[in-house]
């Protein structure tokens, strides 16, 4: 697992999926604004990615948790995601308040319940999005 992704590799691996893709300038920015960025290789070659956009004060949204499918069920996913809380959390005070906040692919839910995280039911609200252009 190393602290950074390119360009290249991230192209690569959201094109290993089958979510909307995004332009070269979408990307550029991406990898230029996003604080926190990881990925993995296996012999050299990049596998999985995650990233992590933190307001520094408490909110923290994990984006684009990319294992291709050759590199699936490796536990790669669970260090990509612990990485990225690693680094969060290395931002803030030891007992400071973080919420974390992702949008699950179709079928993943389970992946990061075995994490901690927990589907909102209402009681502090619900997720929502706005899609434009999608």
């Known amino acids: 697992i ?4 390119t360009f290249e590799e ?24 996003t604080p926190f960025k990881v990925r993995a290789r296996i012999d050299g070659k990049t596998v999985a990615m995650g990233k992590a ?8 949204f994990l984006s684009d948790i990319i294992v291709a499918p050759e590199a699936q069920g490796k536990g790669i996913g669970k ?10 959390k290395a931002n803030v005070r030891d007992t400071d ?3 974390f906040c992702l949008l699950a692919a179709p079928g ?6 075995k994490l901690g ?7 502090n ?3 929502m999005n706005l899609r434009i252009n999608a």
């Open 125 to 127: 609200g619900y997720g």
């Open 97 to 99: 308040y973080i919420q």
């Open 108 to 113: 993943k839910d389970g992946f990061y319940e």
């Open 2 to 5: 190393e602290d950074d992704i």
């Open 79 to 88: 260090k990509i995601v612990l990485r990225l809380v690693e680094l969060v």
């Open 117 to 123: 995280f927990v589907k909102r039911d209402g009681s």
């Open 10 to 33: 991230y192209k690569y691996l959201r094109g290993t999926t089958d979510w909307t893709q995004l332009t070269d300038e979408q990307v550029s920015n991406i990898i230029k604004h």
């Open 53 to 60: 956009v933190f307001d520094f004060g408490y909110n923290a």
